[in-house]
């Protein structure tokens, strides 16, 4: 695309010609909101992880003009050299390809004994915002020249936009067409290659067929409006775009949506398609989901802090068993952003202290989960350190005064509950078989285990009830999934490390009670007691069931058990059925009935579901 006059001189031209008729006032540049993504606008550029230049300088009266962009960090600057005193650079950045932009960010003015100078750094997607932008150097040396837009085009991984619908793997149209003046407007899809195009039939002439992509599930498009936009030519009955992508990993935008949209060329008035984001796979396409709600300048998902931690080790488990690395950045990223001290209400209600610690001791177990999975995933010392620190002061509530053993739930130590002591038990076991030579961690598993089989958690039917009264009894509460999974999963876990089948034996216990008590099972489908009839699950009990099924995966995978393999993946049937929509968002309740609600929580839980079924679809 070439270089558009800038408004500081366009501006009086383009107001005569509108004013003689002769054009329209193009739109002005907007006064810029500043964005926060990998870091925030205005980074020095001595910041940079890199240092490329996608696009040819331009050269103004002598002066070289160069956009420099920095892919790790989603970002641009500008230089101009050669130069003299007063020139000027600046960057425009467009959030609808063009059409109008935020002009003059970080505008530079050469001083008076030097010969060039640069602006500072620029975001140049909005993935907080769900905006994909396009972004140019210009520079004021005598007259106003600017590079060429930066990354027009979204390419996600070798597919591009703009490719042909005949080089397309598949061709699967997942929404119904639209109909105008008997015309078939429909959207079309490569779900393995994420890449849609539309087509309009039965027609004539001057028909139009175009795309509109957003990356806010189709709330707003202004970077994906009339995509590909094609005319049914003279003597034909239809015509189709070219294929878009709907991932953008450069601009770290995920879960991107499109629809077909079209015109017939008597009138004025279009019709569309319902909103589509394209499903790889049942896992990748509810991970892309999940990442769209990803707070990118934060490192995590507001405002849950344990949730987040849980959500992260679903895309951990769903890299690890796919092989992909699409979202390692945001590994790193949410360690990084989280790994310090933060005031009350900055991650929850309670203070974090430091190494994801706060008073709620399960809180910060279920952040030693998250890192322990990054480990395993990445192989990087520093998640294996930071698991160590966090499980330790898990140890420190280990307390034999009461009940004889056991994990407080919290630093006051009002209650010893499953879920602390679940946690405490798959935390010391898998770091035993994580570091070399232990003895200390493995010998802390042994005992945990003991006091857990005789502390009374588990009832008669086989199920964990939620903890243990003042008494040290079972204090018959409610049967939550979650300390059902973790139960099974340290049990598999420390069967693994000591061969012991007493440990295995207590594992396809739990799990046999699970799937066949209307406690936990239904129809065949984890259910919660609060999916049932009109209840609903609070932001914390929306996660639980994933928590099972990552364990319960885990058990099916050791044992290769038909009824467990069986179990799993009607539980990925039934969302994939039943708890779907367009959009590949994924409800609380897993056989869909209603109210079921969905947020990234309902998304992260029902990903460890696809996740496990497909790692036990590969493992054969």
């Known amino acids: ?9 366009g501006g009086l031209l383009a107001l005569f010609l509108a004013l003689t008729g002769l054009v329209a006032l193009p739109a002005p540049a907007r006064a810029a909101t500043p964005v926060c993504a990998l870091a925030c606008d205005t980074l020095d550029p001595s910041k940079a992880r890199q240092d490329a230049f ?38 425009d950045r467009s959030w609808d390809r063009g059409a109008t932009w935020d002009g003059l960010l970080g505008r530079a003015t050469v001083p008076g004994s030097w010969t060039g100078t640069r602006t500072l750094l620029y975001n140049i997607t909005d993935p907080v915002g769900h905006r994909r932008g396009w972004i140019r150097a210009c520079a004021d040396a005598a007259t106003v020249t600017c590079t060429d837009w930066v990354y027009p085009r979204v390419c996600d991984s070798t597919s591009c936009d703009g490719a042909d619908p005949g080089t397309a793997a598949g061709d699967d149209t997942p929404v119904p ?40 599930g189709g709330a707003s498009h202004p970077e994906g409006s009339s995509l590909g936009r094609t005319s049914v030519s003279s003597g034909a009955v239809s015509a189709r775009t070219p294929m878009y992508a709907t991932r953008d990993p450069r601009g770290l935008l995920y879960g ?28 990748r396409a509810a991970a892309d989901a999940l990442m769209a709600s990803y707070q990118t300048n934060e490192g995590w998902w507001r405002s849950s802090w344990w949730n987040s931690a849980v959500a992260l080790t679903s895309i951990v488990d769903f890299a690890r068993q796919s092989g992909r690395h699409d979202y390692d950045w945001a590994i790193a990223r949410t360690f990084e952003q989280n790994r310090g001290v933060f005031p009350a209400g900055a991650r929850g209600s309670d203070p974090v202290e430091g190494h994801f610690i706060s008073r709620a001791v399960d809180d910060a177990a ?23 620190t966090i499980t330790g002061y898990v140890h420190q509530f280990w307390d034999t ?59 008669s039917s086989g199920l964990v009830n939620d903890g243990l009264t003042s008494g040290c009894g079972n204090n018959g509460q409610t049967v939550w999934s979650y300390n059902q999974g973790l139960a099974i999963g340290a049990f598999t876990e420390l069967w693994r490390s000591t061969g012991s089948g007493r440990y295995l034996d207590t594992a396809k216990r739990l799990a046999d009670a699970a799937i066949s008590s209307p406690a936990l099972t239904r129809g065949g489908v984890l259910t919660e007691s609060c999916d049932v009839g009109t209840a609903s699950c609070d932001d914390n009990q929306k996660q639980f069931k994933g928590i099972f099924m990552r364990h319960f995966g885990d058990l099916a995978s050791a044992t290769t058990s038909n009824t467990y393999r069986a179990y799993v993946t009607k539980q990925a049937d039934s969302i994939w059925a039943g708890d779907r929509d367009t959009l590949n968002r994924l409800g609380q309740r897993w056989s869909g009935t209603s109210p079921n609600p969905s947020d990234w929580r309902t998304q992260a839980s029902a990903l460890e579901a696809l996740t496990a079924a497909e790692r036990l679809s590969d493992s054969g």
């Open 1 to 9: 695309m070439s270089a558009r006059i800038h408004p500081l001189l």
């Open 54 to 91: 996608p696009v040819p300088d331009k050269n103004i009266n002598g002066r070289i003009l160069r956009l420099h962009v920095s892919d790790p960090d989603n970002m641009a600057w500008a230089s101009v050299d050669n130069g003299a005193a007063g020139d000027s650079v600046w960057l």
């Open 177 to 216: 067409p639209a109909t105008l003046f008997g015309r078939t407007i429909s959207l079309h899809v490569d779900q393995r290659g994420a890449m849609a195009w539309g087509v309009i039939a039965g027609g004539g002439a001057g028909d139009e067929i175009w795309l509109d992509r957003s990356w806010n």
């Open 256 to 283: 991107g949506a499109v629809r077909a949209c079209g015109r017939e060329a008597a009138h004025q008035e279009g019709s569309c398609t319902a909103w589509v984001r394209p499903a790889p796979t049942r896992a």
């Open 366 to 388: 279920w952040w030693a989960v998250a890192w322990l999975a990054a480990y395993d995933h990445t192989g990087q010392q520093r998640y294996l350190d930071e698991a160590v």
């Open 401 to 459: 005064g009461s009940c004889g053993g056991g994990v407080w739930w919290d630093r006051e130590r009002t209650y010893k509950n499953a879920v602390t002591n679940g946690l405490y038990l798959w935390l010391t076991t898998s770091l035993h078989q994580r570091i070399g030579g232990d003895t200390m961690w493995g010998a802390r598993a042994t005992t945990a285990a003991d006091w857990y089989l005789a502390a009374g958690l588990i009832n």
